[in-house]
């Protein structure tokens, strides 16, 4: 069984920076490429960041210069460090990470966290 837990989803007021983490764990062989995507209300899954295993990284339109995806690779995990934070980045934030473990490649989604900026 693999996992993926975020963290550090919080209430924040515009401006401010926020961090998320997501761990993987359980049986995993290798992970390829992880990246954390948001769903606000009434709106479709989108895509934010996204970093390979080698550190590729690419990133929504909404989300570049403000964002900044990183990984560990020693510790399977991957971060989003968010700054400038508006209101229009509410939503529930979730990882995905599409690795081999027992079976063939998978991308497996967190439970998400979420992201609430609001004065």
């Known amino acids: 069984q693999v996992q993926l837990v975020e963290s550090g989803g919080s209430l924040v007021q515009p401006g401010e920076s926020l961090r998320l983490s997501c761990a993987a764990s359980?049986?995993?062989?290798?992970?390829?490429?992880m990246g954390w995507y948001r769903q606000a209300p009434g709106k479709e899954r989108e895509l934010v960041a996204r970093?390979?295993?080698?550190?590729?990284?690419n990133y929504s339109d909404s989300a570049k210069g403000r964002f900044f995806i990183s990984r560990d690779n020693a510790k399977n995990t991957v971060y989003l460090q968010m700054s400038s934070l508006k209101p229009e980045d509410t939503a529930v934030y979730y990882c995905?990470?599409?690795?081999?473990?027992?079976?063939?490649?998978?991308?497996?989604w967190g439970q998400g966290t979420q992201v609430t900026v609001s004065a």
């Open positions: 995905n990470a599409n690795l081999i473990g027992n079976g063939p490649t998978y991308n497996y």
């Open positions: 359980g049986s995993i062989f290798v992970i390829n490429h």
């Open positions: 970093i390979t295993s080698g550190g590729k990284t």
